[in-house]
């Protein structure tokens, strides 16, 4: 039996190999094992439930505010310590957090291979997103297989030298996942803690917001929140909702700036299922998040992507994505032009697939099982 383990940390990272983990278990020809790092505490165990996932091994890392060093150093220290009990032939990592980089830092060292989920994606540009950026390009150095979401990103990865027939374009899996719980929240339409029945229900719009990224932190979270401020001022009949990252960089600011506004209601992180309900009743998502682009152009949904650069050039290209940064005027204006201007708001809404048709996972697996059997 072929030893395989699945180390993450936070969130989007189980969302994402949830999919592959589950698939991987069907196949009694490779001893699964699943270490998370806890890089995030409670979004990841909200994540766990929804697919049922129960970690062999819980390394229990998060701390609150924790650095990028301390979590790097001592999530290295711990995964190493893991690999020499356990031993697997390969382990598979996804994207681009710091648990990413020390699991495939602590796994080279001990000789194991390395299989890398969402690889290739860039912005070219190391301080946007920070640290990500960084993580994903040392980790395709360090991966064995890379599993490309796109075209694009497997010709990022062969432009920097990684040998094309260990790529595989694959689609993303972040698909997998929603078209599971999309078809999950259709037929049983989920409660949305924090959100009354009657504003899900109710004509008033529903603008969907979430933001965390490190580089936003201080000017452009301060920028963001006097965006939305005038926009609940200029749209009172359209409810604001901002399920908040628990991270206190976000929460202290955005709780001091908009905490006192009647139609921005902020709520606690969702737990997957009814996120994603919320996305199918949003008629605009206004994200700094990764999966989140790639969401929701499936769910038919514009995204006004508030950052510079975007790793996910597809979703613009399709139309349904739209890059607005962190100015104040062009977030007020974008979002205006998306709710007075129906014909703008029609070119953004057909819904598109440059992720996948949720078979990512499946080719995944069929590689693994030609590669490794
Ligand atoms: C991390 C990833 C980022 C990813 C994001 C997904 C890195 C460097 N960053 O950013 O790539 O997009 O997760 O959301 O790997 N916290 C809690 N409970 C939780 C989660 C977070 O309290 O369940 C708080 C803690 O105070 C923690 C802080 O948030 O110290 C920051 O968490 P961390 O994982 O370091 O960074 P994120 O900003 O969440
Ligand atoms: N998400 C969720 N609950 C929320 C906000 C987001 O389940 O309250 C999901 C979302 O559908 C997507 C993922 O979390 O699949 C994105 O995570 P996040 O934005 O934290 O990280 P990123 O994708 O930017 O790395």
Redesign the pocket.
């Known amino acids: 039996m072929k030893k395989i383990c699945f180390v993450f940390g936070?969130?989007?990272e189980a969302?994402?190999l949830a999919p592959v983990i589950i698939e991987l278990r069907k196949h009694p020809e490779f001893e699964l094992n699943v270490c998370v790092t806890a890089q995030h505490r409670e979004?990841l165990d909200?994540?766990l439930d929804v697919f049922d996932i129960k970690p062999d091994v819980d390394l229990n890392l998060m701390k609150p505010d924790q650095t990028l060093s301390n979590l790097t150093a001592e999530a290295i220290l711990r995964l190493d310590e893991y690999f020499k009990n356990y031993k697997p032939e390969l382990v598979f990592v996804q994207?681009d957090?710091t648990t990413v980089l020390a699991a495939s830092l602590a796994a080279f060292y001990n000789k194991i291979k390395i299989a890398h989920v969402e690889a290739g994606l860039r912005t070219f540009d190391k301080s946007a997103p920070f640290p990500e950026e960084i993580n994903r390009v040392l980790t395709s150095h360090i991966a064995d297989l890379h599993f490309a979401p796109t075209e694009i990103a497997k010709s990022n990865l062969i432009k920097e030298g990684v040998p094309e027939k260990s790529i595989l374009v694959t689609g993303n899996t972040?698909i997998d996942?929603?078209l599971y719980a999309k078809d999950i929240v259709c037929k049983n339409p989920p409660e949305v803690p924090g959100i009354k029945k009657e504003i899900l229900n109710a004509e008033k719009q529903i603008i969907l917001i979430?933001g965390?990224?490190r580089e936003n932190f201080g000017e452009g979270f301060e920028n963001i929140c006097a965006a939305l401020s005038e926009l609940a001022d200029e749209f009172r009949d359209n409810y604001f909702i901002y399920?908040l990252?628990l991270n206190p960089n976000v929460r202290k600011p955005v709780n001091a700036l908009l905490g006192n506004k009647k139609n921005i209601l902020l709520i606690e992180?969702?737990?997957?299922l009814p996120?994603?309900y919320l996305?199918t009743k949003a008629k605009i998502i206004l994200?700094?998040?990764?999966?989140?682009q790639e969401?929701a152009p499936s769910l038919g949904k514009p995204v006004l992507v508030m950052r510079d650069v975007t790793e996910r050039p597809e979703a613009v290209e399709a139309g349904t994505a739209k890059l607005v940064g962190t100015n104040k005027l062009n977030i007020i204006s974008s979002v205006s032009d998306l709710i007075n201007n129906n014909s703008e708001y029609q070119k953004m809404t057909s819904a598109s697939n440059p992720y996948g048709d949720g078979y990512a996972t499946i080719k995944i697996v069929n590689s693994l099982i030609n590669n490794l059997l």
Do not use: C
């Open positions: 936070t969130r989007p969302i994402k979004m909200q994540v994207g957090t972040v996942a929603l979430t965390h990224r399920p990252h992180p969702l737990s997957y996120f994603v996305m994200t700094d998040s990764g999966g989140i969401e």
